[in-house]
Each structure stands twice: as structure tokens, then as C-alpha cells.
């Protein structure tokens, strides 16, 4: 059972260029969460999906884009990095609304040079 | 206001000692909690979920105060293997999102 599965784990971009990360889980969670992780800053969530073909913007959205086309998959993307983006990057899933705590995968390091 | 508020840290602690982190949340409202831990580098991991009678894990203790606003972590018989960052969680009345304070580090040591 892989649980949360995030795609890349590393990657460093070039300011201007996008590109697409992956999250997957085969926990056939309904609810999942993008999240960035900077220094002192804690988890900010970026955007989030109650469900298939859904999403919602959360505490820090700009700049990125999300997709749910499918119920085991979630996709951050970011179509013009810029080097405020460098970060890291963490996506979760959970059963339902709250009462069932996150799994969380094992991050994406993200570097915009 | 944040809605949860931890300090930072670090508390630092010899082997075998007992600590205790609080956590304060701003919505009176809020319906779940949870601790979690998150080692340096790695993906914060589920620790406790904190019930409103007071719950316990082993070396572990979670207690909610609502009049309050907080929750609290107590561990005793501290290891060296507890030094990591501890995260409080919270969420809202419409449950569709989790709240994470910015953590509380610990360090043990021998």
C-alpha cells in the first residue's frame, strides 16, 4: 500500500518555465490538499479538491494551477516559475471532511533559479 | 490573528524528561484536533488525534481545553528519537480544511 505518492521529488526550474507535479493516492480518499512549506512559515495550503473534478483555492493560490480529473490523482502546476516558488512542496489526502486526520506524501523539493 | 499559534521553540531537554507543548486556535468553532510530528526534511506524520475527554499513546498525552482554546502534548520519558517538530492541527466548523501551526521543535538530548 504506497499511500500518498508525490512525483518528483526534486526538481530545479529555470524563472519563466513550468512544469506539472504529481500527487496520487490509492487510499480512494476523497478530499486532497496541496501544500508549500518555507522556513518559519509552516504549512500554507495552496489549493485543495473535495472530490473528483473539483477544486478550491486556498491560503496562497497565486500563481499555481490545480486539476482533479481523477478521484486518485492530483496535479499542482506552475506555469511561469518564479524563484518566490522555490519551496517545498507536500500533498495530502483524507478520507472526509476533517473528523480523519491527512496522510501526507514525501514531498517535492522545488528549486526556481 | 493566525488561527493556531504554537511556540516555536526550541525546547531542549535531557533523556528521560517529561515536556509539554501547548497549541492556541482562534475559532471557537473549530471541531477537530491533532498532533502531528514532522522530522527535519520529511513529510509531517500523523501522532495523535486529541479527543475532548483527554486521550493517551504510550509516553504520549493529548488534552483539549475549549474554554480555553487550546490543546496541549505532553511527553514523558522523553527519548532521544522524540526530537523533531511537533504540529498542531485544527479544523473549522465546515471541516474542509486543516489548520497547521508553524510547529514547536523539540530537542532531547543524552
Known amino acids: 500500500n504506497a499511500g500518498v505518492t508525490q512525483t518528483p521529488k526534486f526538481r530545479v526550474l529555470k524563472t519563466g518555465q513550468s512544469m506539472t507535479l504529481l500527487c496520487a493516492q490509492d487510499?480512494?480518499?476523497?478530499?486532497m490538499y496541496w501544500y508549500r512549506q518555507d522556513p518559519g512559515m509552516g504549512l500554507r495550503l495552496i489549493h485543495y479538491?473535495?472530490?473528483?473534478?473539483?477544486?478550491a483555492k486556498g491560503e496562497v493560490p497565486d500563481g499555481y494551477n490545480v486539476s482533479r480529473l481523477k478521484k486518485q490523482n492530483f496535479l499542482l502546476g506552475l506555469e511561469s516559475a518564479a524563484p518566490s516558488q522555490t519551496s517545498v512542496y507536500f500533498c495530502?489526502?483524507?478520507?472526509?471532511?476533517?473528523?480523519?486526520?491527512?496522510?501526507f506524501g514525501d514531498g517535492t523539493r522545488l528549486s526556481i533559479l | 490573528r493566525k488561527e493556531v499559534e504554537q511556540d516555536p521553540g526550541p525546547f531542549n531537554v535531557p533523556e528521560g524528561a517529561t515536556v509539554a507543548f501547548n497549541c492556541t486556535y482562534s475559532?471557537?468553532?473549530?471541531?477537530?484536533f491533532f498532533w502531528y510530528r514532522q522530522d527535519c526534511r520529511k513529510e509531517p506524520k500523523l501522532l495523535m488525534s486529541?479527543?475532548?475527554s483527554g486521550n493517551e499513546d504510550g509516553r504520549f498525552t493529548a488534552q483539549l481545553n475549549r474554554a480555553s482554546q487550546y490543546i496541549s502534548l505532553l511527553i514523558r520519558d522523553s527519548k532521544l528519537s522524540d526530537s523533531a517538530t511537533y504540529l498542531c492541527?485544527?479544523?473549522?466548523?465546515?471541516?474542509?480544511?486543516?489548520?497547521f501551526g508553524s510547529g514547536t521543535k523539540l530537542n532531547v538530548k543524552p
Open positions: 475559532n471557537s468553532a473549530s471541531q477537530s
Open positions: 487510499m480512494n480518499h476523497e478530499y
Open positions: 486529541v479527543y475532548s
Open positions: 492541527v485544527v479544523t473549522p466548523y465546515n471541516f474542509n480544511k486543516f489548520y
Open positions: 495530502a489526502s483524507s478520507p472526509d471532511r476533517g473528523y480523519q486526520p491527512q496522510h
Open positions: 479538491s473535495v472530490g473528483e473534478g473539483t477544486t
